[in-house]
């Protein structure tokens, strides 16, 4: 935790925690060369298996004076000293807004990659509509016996990407990967799961 200090101790699940926040200065970031806040919540004592609820964490942060914006990068982290070690990742899931994406066969830190096995949504489907084509490269379009009103990409961060009041949308600008698609129908909202592909 080099460049940090130490801002407080909070306890989450009966673990107590001890918040570490430093700023990175000048260093590359996912909007290029930039200084960010850096914060750790570094665990008391070793877990072997169960669960970490994010939410809480960030929740104890704001008591202690650490408000979080938006987080582009959030990670677990196994540390094991001077000694040697592995972690594995069975199953993980976040929810975002109602939005859950699962992802499974998650591979320790040596080089490996995620593989998204599932993504659901548990948003309220009070609205159908169908996204065509998805996957999808250069345009979609959305479905719906009513009257689309508004049509929103989100990418697996929550950041809009693209926006619409039509049912055509053009994703030719968008990186690969998985989107989720809000849409405003005779005003109901739904959210269903789009994949961009090359």
């Known amino acids: 935790y080099w460049g940090t200090e130490e801002i407080g101790r909070y306890v ?6 001890t918040l570490m926040v430093g700023i990175r200065n000048n260093v590359p970031s996912i909007l290029g060369s930039a200084s ?3 914060v750790f919540a570094v665990r008391s ?13 960030f929740k104890n942060w704001e008591k202690l004076g650490v408000k979080m914006g938006y987080i582009y990068d959030c990670k677990l982290l196994c540390e094991v ?3 040697t070690g ?9 929810s975002w807004k109602g939005q859950k994406i699962t992802l499974g066969k998650l591979r320790n830190g040596e ?6 096995t599932d993504v659901a ?5 009070t609205k159908e509509f169908d996204i065509v084509p998805n996957p999808a490269s250069t345009a979609i379009y959305i479905q719906s016996d009513g009257e689309i009103e508004n049509v929103v990409i989100f990418n697996a961060i929550g950041d809009a990407v693209a926006e619409s009041g039509e049912s055509k ?12 698609v809000k849409a405003t129908i005779d005003g109901e909202t739904a959210v269903k799961k789009l994949v961009v592909t090359r």
């Open 12 to 17: 989450v699940d009966g673990v107590e925690y």
């Open 36 to 38: 960010f806040k850096q």
């Open 45 to 57: 004592s070793f877990q072997t298996c169960g669960s970490v609820n994010v939410t809480e964490h």
């Open 81 to 83: 000293g001077g000694g």
């Open 86 to 94: 592995s972690i594995e990742y069975t199953c993980a899931s976040m």
């Open 111 to 116: 080089g490996g990659d995620e593989d998204i």
């Open 121 to 125: 949504t548990t948003y309220s489907d």
């Open 169 to 180: 949308i053009d994703v030719s600008t968008l990186p690969t990967g998985i989107y989720f």
